[in-house]
């Protein structure tokens, strides 16, 4: 993800500034505290979570604004 200033929503084709992080783990693939992140829009930040949430992938959602690096062990 780009850094807070200049996120772009993660969705395909989508080049809106992101206003949300979507903070989500694959259990399959990443160990249980490593937190990977998507940015979202509002028009597609429901979209994503049901995607990420539907596979119980989904972890939270917070805003860009409220968003820290830090708060999440190597998001990308």
Do not use: Y
Not at 5 to 16: E, L
Not at 59 to 67: F, G, Q, Y
């Amino acid at each position: 993800m780009d850094t807070p200033q200049t996120a772009i929503c993660s969705a395909k084709g989508c080049r809106a500034d992101a206003l949300w992080v979507l903070v989500w783990n694959n259990p399959k693939l990443h160990t249980p505290d490593r937190r990977k992140t998507w940015a979202a829009c509002d028009e597609h930040r429901e979209h994503l979570s049901q995607f990420l949430g539907v596979r119980g992938f989904l972890k939270e959602v917070v805003t860009v604004a409220d968003w820290t690096p830090e708060d999440a062990r190597d998001a990308s």
